[in-house]
Nanobody
Framework: QVQVVESGGGLVQPGESLRLSCAAS????????MGWHRQVSGKQRELVAT???????NYADSVKGRFTISRDNAKNSIDLQMNNLKPEDTAVYFC?????????WGQGTQVTVSS
């Protein structure tokens, strides 16, 4: 059984920074891709940032230059450093870990950017 657990959400003001962390429990195997999506109530979940086990990253255009994803393959963990946050970044952020055709999701962590 794989568990994906996020942490680090919260309330910040515009322009501030926040760091999200995620760890996927797994015994004896790794994940080809890990990353973050986010969802605003009533809207579709959207990709934020992903990183493969070989280090290839992908970012949504809206976060390029502000967000950075890092990964520790040995620990099956990823972090998302979010700088210069904007009100439009407010959402529930979900971490995922993918192995083959199976994607495991965390329960999400709320990020609110408001003055």
């Amino acid at each position: 059984q794989v568990q994906v657990v996020e942490s680090g959400g919260g309330l910040v003001q515009p322009g501030e920074s926040l760091r999200l962390s995620c760890a996927a429990s797994a015994s004896g195997f790794s994940f080809s891709s890990m990353g973050w999506h986010r969802q605003v109530s009533g809207k579709q979940r959207e990709l934020v940032a992903t990183r493969t086990s070989s280090g290839i990253t992908n970012y949504a255009d809206s976060v390029k230059g502000r967000f950075t994803i890092s990964r520790d393959n040995a620990k099956n963990s990823i972090d998302l450093q979010m700088n210069n946050l904007k009100p439009e970044d407010t959402a529930v952020y979900f971490c995922y870990a993918r192995r083959g055709f199976i994607t495991y999701w965390g329960q999400g962590t709320q990020v609110t950017v408001s003055s």
